[in-house]
């Protein structure tokens, strides 16, 4: 059972990340949050990363598709509050 709190703590920690990725020029810095956010995909409830990431196995971990697959959780997440 996915519960509010596990989305709000997702939706909290992942909107603050994303903002700070799209406005960074410092690869460093998306490499940072790209290792903190796979971290906590990894961590995080597995029925509410499925939900969220419709059962990818590298949502929130693929280089290439990284900032569009934290803005698509962003966006689910804030539908699901």
Same mark, same amino acid.
């Given at each position: 059972? @996915?519960?509010?709190d596990s989305i709000e703590t997702a939706y909290s920690f992942?909107? *603050?990340? *994303?903002?700070? +990725? !799209?406005? $960074?020029?410092?690869?460093? *810095?998306?490499?940072?949050?790209?290792?903190?956010?796979? $971290? +906590?995909? #990894? %961590? &995080? $409830?597995?029925?509410? =990363?499925?939900?969220?990431? $419709?059962?990818?196995?590298?949502f929130l971990r693929d280089h290439k598709r990284f900032q569009? #697959? @934290?803005? %698509?959780? !962003?966006? @689910?997440?804030?539908? &699901? =509050?």
């Amino acid at each position: 059972m @996915i519960t509010k709190d596990s989305i709000e703590t997702a939706y909290s920690f992942l909107h *603050q990340k *994303q903002r700070i +990725y !799209v406005h $960074s020029t410092l690869d460093w *810095q998306k490499d940072d949050i790209e290792i903190a956010i796979a $971290s +906590y995909a #990894d %961590e &995080m $409830s597995q029925e509410l =990363l499925d939900d969220i990431s $419709s059962g990818r196995a590298d949502f929130l971990r693929d280089h290439k598709r990284f900032q569009e #697959d @934290i803005t %698509e959780a !962003v966006e @689910i997440l804030e539908n &699901m =509050l």
